[in-house]
């Protein structure tokens, strides 16, 4: 108990200096007119909370947001859990396979959003060499409202699903093997063993990765900026590429706190519902 007590010193300095510093120094920043020098002297109230409820671009941003948190529970985890069920089994061509589908997720995301504007590069691209062959007129994905970002989702799926895989295959590799051969030798088919013994076992590693991909979304950005950044005409922004943009970039460092204390309170609020789920369950 005595060193529990002794440990928990540096752990709350560290916390408080980058947690609870940070936050709190947003959220005074927030309330001020401030290009980032020197002292913040013009204080605004709640103008910069009331600007951002008005701007039509921070409601894209957070449509957008909202969008790429769908696609990643609705495409992203089943695509990774169909993996997982085909790939978790121990055996060298498994490895390799589960290697290859993590790779993406190990990849920097500048690096990825770098590597996937080249392949949608209308002129040097990959698509470019595809419509080349078909004889078509060059296209350029990013730079088209109507697909720009439909182009951000794919590479997020594609970044990101190896991850959740891989809690998946960590998961299913802990089912019990006697419970998969009872449901067999009890004439149980290939999809009646996976809806009846392994999904309920799993379940908490999907709500784990559920939640990984709730704060995934609420904080990508690194993806969309080599990608986009935000264009065409602001319309592929997520929630923190508009604080960079509308913020940082253009030194509304209060506007940007604002903004930033805006999506910690929609973090709190998944945090705070994701306790309450495991706490529904463990009560059941």
């Known amino acids: 108990m005595t060193a529990t007590l002794l440990m928990l010193p540096p752990a709350l300095i560290l916390f408080s200096l980058f947690v609870i510093g940070p936050l709190l120094m947003a959220g005074y920043y927030s309330f001020f007119h401030w290009n980032g020098y020197g002292t913040p002297q013009d204080f605004v109230g709640v103008?910069?909370?009331?600007?951002?409820f008005h701007h039509s671009i921070f409601w894209v941003s957070v449509r957008n947001t909202v969008v790429l948190l769908l696609v990643s529970i609705f495409i992203q985890m089943p695509i990774a859990l169909a993996l997982a069920l085909a790939i978790y089994r121990k055996t060298p061509s498994n490895a390799l396979f589960r290697l290859v589908f993590f790779l993406p997720f190990i990849l920097a995301e500048i690096a990825a959003g770098l590597i996937w504007s080249f392949v949608f590069d209308g002129?040097?691209?990959l698509v470019a060499g595809i419509t080349h062959a078909l004889g078509i007129d060059p296209v350029f994905i990013l730079s088209n409202r109507d697909f720009a970002f439909y182009a951000i989702c794919l590479v997020v799926v594609w970044k990101y699903f190896g991850f959740h895989m891989m809690i998946y295959i960590a998961a299913l590799q802990a089912v019990p093997s006697e419970l998969i051969e009872a449901a067999r030798i009890e004439g149980a088919k290939r999809w009646a063993v996976i809806r009846h013994v392994q999904i309920p076992h799993i379940r908490p590693a999907i709500v784990v990765?559920?939640?990984?991909?709730?704060?995934?979304?609420?904080?990508?950005?690194?993806?969309?900026?080599?990608?986009?950044?935000?264009?065409?005409?602001n319309q592929?922004?997520?929630?923190?590429?508009?604080?960079?943009?509308?913020?940082?970039t253009r030194l509304n460092i209060g506007y940007g706190s604002a903004v930033g204390v805006i999506l910690f309170i929609a973090a709190v609020i998944v945090a705070v519902a994701y306790q309450w789920h495991l706490n529904r369950e463990s009560a059941k």
Not at 47 to 52: M, P, Q, V
Not at 236 to 248: A, K, N, P
């Open 236 to 248: 592929t922004h997520t929630i923190v590429s508009y604080l960079y943009t509308f913020g940082l």
């Open 209 to 233: 990765s559920g939640f990984f991909a709730v704060i995934g979304s609420l904080q990508l950005f690194d993806v969309v900026i080599p990608l986009t950044n935000g264009g065409p005409s």
């Open 47 to 52: 103008h910069n909370y009331e600007r951002a």
């Open 123 to 125: 002129n040097t691209g």
